[in-house]
């Protein structure tokens, strides 16, 4: 089963932040936090990840409570091409088994 | 990070044939990783290829249903055989791209009619 917990759908006004949450109560120390999106009928592709402290690069931001229980993908100017479907993922760093849980379906509109 | 060729983007095939799906990546990988993504699903992994040995696959998939090649570092190819439209879906082929994650392939969309 997947370690991670998302709503199943947002939507955002495009230009404004989108925050999309996600739940990992049962995260493990060594476990990282990574990020990826699906745009329609691509392959998913690397956002970003982190461990405890906050992240960011040029695609977003990642704010990891202090617990590691949650975290929150941040894409401060969401864009049409933002839309796409974002899976948030726990696993220990370099490990090849992903579980994919059934992620957040996110649609910007105009 | 690393780049993935897939090969085919998408086929439609008959029933109880088999399809080849070919994985090229431009820079040398020990294991390079098979999905499904069934419709409207999430992604599962089937197996895992590393060169120089057998597959290692997941519950609920065989070998015999899904042969994968492995002739070399940057090469691989899954094998659905015997297809039944159960098995239309999205194949992606992945390696691991160090700092960057994983990289996936585009996928090739199969539709078994």
């Known amino acids: 089963d997947a370690k991670t917990t998302q709503p199943t759908s947002m939507d955002c006004a495009e230009g404004r932040a989108a925050n999309l949450p996600c739940n990992h109560s049962?995260?493990?120390?060594?476990?990282?936090v990574y990020w990826y999106r699906q745009i329609h009928s691509q392959g998913p592709q690397y956002i970003i990840h982190?461990?405890?402290n906050n992240e960011t690069n040029e695609m977003a931001s990642l704010i990891i409570t202090e617990d590691r229980k949650s975290s929150t993908l941040i894409l401060p100017h969401a864009t049409l091409r933002d839309t796409a479907v974002y899976y948030c993922i726990v696993a220990v760093s370099g490990t090849y088994k992903y579980i994919f849980g059934t992620g957040t379906r996110l649609k910007v509109l105009a | 990070s690393a780049v993935i060729s897939q090969k085919p983007s998408r086929d439609i095939c008959q029933r109880g044939t088999s399809l080849t799906i070919q994985c090229q990546v431009d820079s040398q990988v020990t294991m390079m990783f098979w999905y499904r993504q069934q419709p409207g699903q999430s992604l599962t992994l089937i197996a895992t290829?590393?060169?120089?040995?057998?597959?290692?696959?997941e519950s609920g998939f065989v070998i015999d249903k899904f042969p994968i090649s492995r002739p070399n570092l940057t090469f691989s190819t899954l094998t659905v055989s015997n297809m039944s439209p159960e098995d239309s879906s999205i194949y992606l082929c992945?390696?691991?791209?160090?700092?960057?994650?994983?990289?996936f392939g585009s996928g090739t969309r199969l539709t078994v009619v």
């Open positions: 290829a590393n060169q120089g040995s057998e597959a290692t696959y």
């Open positions: 982190g461990l405890k």
């Open positions: 049962t995260i493990s120390g060594n476990e990282y």
């Open positions: 992945s390696v691991w791209g160090g700092v960057y994650g994983y990289t």
